[in-house]
């Protein structure tokens, strides 16, 4: 399907959630995003990242819990649908805020560590607006002919301070997922690096029962065993 849609294809990708956004009169795929994952179980044991930049003992020190996630190849289709109010960069400005509410969602339902991104500096001011606020940690490298920086941010941060701007329509999404959860446990199911019981979604699902609409991020993370 991925190569169906001109995505490029790697033996990454079966450690990954690879999540797309499509347009709904056209049926075409306008934007996606790779989170690949590592934890115990995962055959690939150092994140795609490893092969563009230099040595480096934060990245090292990082990897030392697990889970992590590196988020990366984030793209774009060059032929975007005209949309009634937002210009091309600001369309592509929401369909990124959208790809990051996608990976916070799987951000409560298997959390990590460390969260990874390879990204060049533009699309990185574009994040800060939107409260993910991800720290450099290493010196931009050469990735197929484009120089993109490795940036790092700790779970619990990436979550509180997104909170504010994408809290409200997470936990929307989130209610719709507990509706009907089939496509999920589809995909846990045929991912050989994940069990049901890694990922939250009973717990997610009861909180937002047993709270509502006024569900806190701590009440929604409450059985989570991470350190903060």
Known sequence: FLKEIGFVTDEGDEQSF??????KSSHRCVA?????????????DKP????TVPPSNTIDRLLEKLPVYELSRAAFTPQMPRHKRLGGLKLRQQLSFELMIA???????????????LMEPPLHR????QNVNFEQICEPADC????????????????????????????YYLKRLCKDPS????????????????????????????HGDAV?????????????
């Open 183 to 210: 496509g999920l446990w589809r995909f846990v199911d045929n991912n050989p690096y994940l069990e049901r019981s890694d990922i939250r979604l009973e717990a997610l699902c009861d909180a937002l029962k047993r």
């Open 126 to 129: 574009i994040l800060k607006r």
């Open 48 to 51: 795609p990242l490893y092969q």
């Open 216 to 228: 806190t991020l701590a009440q929604l993370l409450q059985t989570e065993c991470l350190a903060k």
């Open 18 to 23: 690879i999540l797309s956004l499509f347009h």
């Open 103 to 117: 990976t916070r969602m799987i951000f409560l339902l298997y959390p990590a560590y460390t969260i990874f991104a």
């Open 144 to 171: 197929f002919g484009i120089y993109r920086t490795t940036y790092a941010i700790p779970y619990r941060k990436l979550l509180e301070e997104t909170e504010p701007t994408m809290g409200r329509i997470t936990r």
């Open 32 to 44: 996606t995003v790779r989170l690949f994952f590592l934890n115990e179980k995962t055959k690939i």
